[in-house]
């Protein structure tokens, strides 16, 4: 056992045990580590952590989460550390085994029933106090869930990304003090005005290295070792900051000036992306999975962090598509933000909200997919696509790497602990006798036209052009096949309940009919 002290200011002391895992914990990643970054006898471990608190918002998102990991077969442990005060809150079930639910105390209680004036209402200063509480072993957790040891990888990730590869590469760079870390566009200022206060004299103008790269975040790749001392700077930072900045980025910032602090450094990487009008973010290492590969894999040039040696390959450490704006073609509009209130143990499928676009919408993204994600700088002038263009396909490209998983996760839910699933079509059924129309509600769908046609059609019912009638929506999950549950020639879940069916050819991939 390997004992790890932190002092927190000058007062109180954390003791971190480390316990050394002599046999890979189930479904933990084989990697060798490297002499340079501290070896030992045993293989590193991955960890894929995230923070929440608990809700429904929050719940499927992190079934999505799960299902991502599952399903791309993704290395190692996804540990949900949940800062949650309601000792009776009733957690979704689930039977993956390498995903694990950890309670932790919410930190952001007490700014709010003490803070005064309101409290400082901010969640994510649960994310650096619930990784150093859990790091600390104070966190009560499942006997098949072992704690990391110092050298093994700990990957912070946010819940509302996706996986778009199966494992992380380059580990043999992650240890003393150094790691990876995504880009962001945070810019260079900040750290030398408001912030510099906050840096322990480390921030100070002219003390920076022309190269070094303050604009980054989550994921974050650390050992564990590292991530200890970061998280209880970072927390303790974050208080101090709130003081001046009461944003929502102020743990983000944060954790870029905690790293300062404790002169810890990150090579930044494009590993991520999220929004179709940033052209900074790696849309030209982005491909359809018609190329035949893991959907959404990227493979993009890393980019030197400041101080950090260039990484010589040209795959990035990680792959995640982020969900965090809305997402639009043609009509169709999908963002996490609209779905607040949904509750993934309710099982009637009325309450799925990820239906399928309507006729128009699925056409426009049919179109869009596999066409280009950028124009090439050496088209000429009449092959120049215009931009409108690529932003539509680079909404399609998002969609089928964020809100497909998302659908295809509640209905895989759904499957295995509703018992609603029936041959790939998941049928809505109306609560009390009655469908929303969109605006208005009525007794069946065949009654909510009344005489306007398709524009009165919407909500649980979609308009059946070929007949012109207003029927009940139907889930077509056929895209979800490659990831539903493995079941009988019946539909009974056979004795593999809660693991998924996938080749590795077939990860990602998605069929054409939606």
């Not at 890979?24 to 995230?50: C, D, H, K, L, W």
């Not at 077969?73 to 993956?96: A, H, K, T």
């Not at 009509?331 to 996490?336: D, E, L, N, T």
């Not at 029936?422 to 509600?441: A, D, L, Q, R, W």
């Amino acid at each position: 056992m390997t004992l790890l002290v932190v002092a927190i200011a000058t007062t109180t002391v954390i003791t971190f045990f480390a316990h050394e895992i002599h046999a890979p914990a189930p479904g933990g990643a084989n990697i060798e580590e490297i002499n340079e970054f501290g070896s030992s006898s045993r293989r590193r471990q991955i960890f894929t952590v995230f923070s929440t608190e608990c809700s429904n918002y929050l719940d499927w998102q992190s079934q999505t989460l799960a299902y991502s990991h599952q399903v791309s077969q993704f290395e190692g442990m996804l540990v949900r550390l949940m800062s949650c005060d309601d000792i009776n809150y009733r957690i979704p079930q689930n039977s993956y085994e390498n995903y694990h639910i950890v309670r932790t105390p919410n930190f952001n209680t007490p700014y709010i029933v003490y803070g005064g004036d309101g409290g400082d209402n901010y969640s994510p200063r649960n994310r650096p106090n619930a990784l150093a509480y859990w790091l600390n072993g104070h966190a009560s957790t499942d006997k098949d869930l072992l704690l990391p040891g110092e050298n093994d990888i700990i990957i912070s990730i946010d819940p509302d990304m996706v996986f778009l590869d199966n494992g992380i590469h380059h580990l043999e760079s992650v240890g003393n003090g150094r790691g990876f870390a995504t880009r962001y566009n945070l810019g260079r200022d900040w750290v030398t005005g408001w912030a510099a206060p906050f840096c322990g004299g480390k921030c100070e103008e002219g003390s920076l290295r022309d190269d070094y790269d303050p604009s980054y975040g989550q994921p974050i790749v650390l050992t564990a070792g590292d991530l200890l001392p970061l998280a209880v700077e970072w927390g303790d930072v974050l208080e101090r900051m709130r003081g001046v900045h009461d944003g929502w980025q102020t743990e983000m910032y944060a954790l870029i000036i905690a790293a300062r602090a404790l002169d810890m450094q990150f090579t930044v990487q494009n590993m991520m992306i999220a929004n179709p009008e940033d052209d900074e973010e790696p849309w030209d290492s982005a491909h359809w999975a018609a190329d035949g590969d893991s959907m959404g894999k990227l493979l993009s040039p890393p980019e030197d962090g400041g101080g950090g040696s260039k990484d010589s390959s040209a795959v990035s450490v990680l792959s995640v598509a982020h969900y965090c704006i809305p997402l639009s073609i043609s009509s169709f509009r999908w963002s996490k933000h609209d779905y607040h209130d949904l509750d993934i143990r309710d099982c009637r499928a009325s309450k799925n909200p990820f239906h399928l676009p309507k006729l128009k919408d699925k056409e426009a993204i049919s179109v869009s997919r596999n066409e280009p994600l950028v124009s090439s700088p050496s088209s000429s002038v009449e092959e120049i696509i215009p931009r409108e263009t690529i932003i539509r396909n680079r909404n399609a490209w998002l969609l089928d790497n964020t809100w497909i998983p998302a659908r295809c996760a509640i209905a895989a839910y759904h499957a295995e602990f509703c018992n609603v699933q029936n041959n790939g079509i998941m049928k809505e059924t109306p609560p009390t006798g009655e469908v929303s129309c969109g605006g208005h509600v009525a007794t069946s769908c065949n009654e909510c036209p009344q005489g306007n046609g398709e524009t009165w059609c919407n909500g649980d019912c979609e308009w059946d052009v070929s007949n012109n009638r207003c029927l009940m929506r139907s889930e077509d999950l056929s895209e979800c096949n490659k990831f539903l549950l493995v079941q009988s020639p019946t539909g009974a879940l056979n004795e593999n309940r809660g693991t998924f069916a996938v080749n590795d050819a077939d990860v990602g991939q998605l069929s054409s009919e939606l």
